[in-house]
């Protein structure tokens, strides 16, 4: 039975002890602009120490057998269960996510872990002769560095620290300086799972990232984030041939065919265009409805984006809590700046109240032209773009437009009609009536600039290794 973790004190976790450092800093609550408690503020010296930790723990680790590696990652994931409660409140404090949301984020974490153990990596026997056989299997890279953004960190971290330790790797988490209390705690209970400096976790300022992505001792970056700061982290890996898989942002299109069910989807569709404060990648970002429909759908998505509640994400049926941080809410201040700059119409909203958080009341924009700046940046805050489209082929390469392509999905009764558009979506994941359905088993990343690899799936676990062909000759 793991043991009940505390979720008032805070530290580093390298080669399986708690370390604290000199200085500390501490996140915000974005409900009230409380600080949160302390946590480290990582060196140089702290993280050369989790490297070499690291790289001696992946001589053995290397060798263990999926089975055991499996074992135990399945036991720290019914660890992270039994501590859900303090997990998801952890989450609310640091986050800003309504509680509800939070619990489902930690609820995926288990699912995740499993289901990414759960993928057989077999061995591809290219030849098999009598005298010669020709393999290709799949080996561990080594030290893993996972950087964390502060919007799903308990997922995004989990999905990095069990596809890294199923494949062979050790991993180094860095969790973003605005969220970084559930990762330090989710590193401190893998201790009592994993050999020390298998899992390890470093809480920083925004000098430690550069610091990680230099590192000469570190093999991989896994890094989910802005496309800025990936093309970053791409340009520091460089320096080392390290390898990369970038999960960067998203613009994603929705496209809404004449003969849907207006009624049915849209508490789906406003859903999936709001949820976590639309701070998703993956979020419906632009929403492109049929002009047959267009008044009716509009109507309907204001009256039911009335609905859901704006507020603390402790307080009961909160739907939309604060954006996370000040940066966000500065960022989402100057979007909202352009709404009467550019003379667009809002159909809901369209301002930001003055508050003890950073709140922002949803705003929907009423058909603004494709040239718009709450059409072309992704806002990253609960703002969006309605627009009307009549031509297949045109609405088609409006959604194409951007150099974003992470998510797009398309909604129709007529489903070889809807497949057919889907297919000539340009983004790393294609919805048919649906939006943001995921898997740990199924392949998630962008095209175009909004990233580099996968996460996720057999494709995302091997990203995680190293592709080794074995020449396997019985004679001289």
């Given at each position: ?27 915000i ?15 140089q ?28 990652l ?44 759960s ?23 080594g ?77 991989k ?7 800025l ?19 960067l ?8 065919c ?26 419906i ?58 003379s ?103 095209h ?21 062909t ?7």
């Amino acid at each position: 039975m793991a043991a009940q973790l505390d979720f008032s004190t805070f530290h580093n976790v390298i080669n399986n002890e708690l370390t604290q450092t000199s200085q500390t800093r501490h996140g915000i609550n974005p409900a009230n602009s409380q600080p949160n408690p302390p946590v480290p503020v990582s060196t140089q010296e702290d993280l050369d120490a989790a490297v070499k930790a690291a790289r001696v723990a992946f001589k053995t680790w290397a060798k263990t057998s999926f089975e055991e590696r499996r074992k135990a990652l399945s036991a720290w994931a019914d660890a992270i269960e039994a501590n859900a409660s303090g997990f998801a409140k952890t989450l609310t404090m640091e986050q800003g996510k309504p509680l509800s949301q939070s619990s489902v984020e930690v609820g995926m974490s288990g699912t995740w872990i499993r289901g990414l153990s759960s993928i057989e990596i077999p061995d591809n026997v290219i030849e098999e002769t009598e005298d010669r056989t020709i393999v290709q299997r799949h080996v561990p890279l080594g030290v893993v560095g996972g950087i964390v953004p502060w919007n799903f960190p308990i997922l995004l971290a989990v999905g990095k620290i069990a596809a890294a330790l199923y494949t062979g790797n050790t991993i180094i988490v860095k969790p973003s300086p605005f969220t970084p209390y559930c990762d330090l705690k989710l590193a401190e209970l893998a201790i009592q799972f994993f050999p020390p400096g298998v899992v390890q976790c470093l809480s920083g300022d925004d000098t430690l990232g550069p610091m990680i992505t230099d590192h000469p001792d570190i093999d991989k970056i896994s890094f989910t984030g802005s496309i800025l700061t990936g093309k970053r982290v791409m340009a520091s890996c460089a320096k080392t041939l390290k390898r990369v898989t970038l999960e960067l942002g998203g613009n994603d299109p929705a496209i809404i065919c004449e003969d849907v069910d207006i009624d049915a989807i849209i508490p789906k569709i406003g859903i999936l265009s709001y949820l976590c404060s639309s701070q998703i990648c993956m979020m419906i970002k632009r929403l492109y409805v049929h002009e047959k429909i267009y008044d009716e759908f509009l109507d309907k998505l204001v009256t039911f984006v009335k609905t859901l509640k704006v507020g603390d994400g402790t307080e009961e049926d909160t739907f939309f809590g604060p954006v996370q941080n000040e940066i966000q809410f500065e960022k989402a201040k100057d979007l909202f700046s352009s709404l009467s700059t550019e003379s667009l119409k809002t159909a809901l909203g369209g301002s930001i109240e003055n508050s003890h958080g950073y709140y922002i009341h949803p705003t929907i924009v009423d058909n603004p032209p494709e040239s718009s700046r709450v059409v072309q940046e992704e806002a990253f805050a609960p703002i969006l773009p309605v627009l009307k489209w009549s031509d297949e082929d045109d609405v088609l390469e409006r959604a194409n437009a951007l150099k974003t392509g992470l998510g797009s999905s398309v909604w129709s009764k007529d489903f070889d009609r809807a497949t057919r558009m889907a297919d000539q979506l340009q983004s790393g994941s294609v919805w048919v009536n649906s939006h943001f359905d995921v898997s740990p088993t199924a392949p998630m990343g962008g095209h175009k600039e909004s990233g580099m690899g996968m996460e996720w799936g057999l494709t995302g676990l091997l990203t995680y290794c190293n592709s080794q062909t074995r020449w396997l000759k019985k004679s001289f």
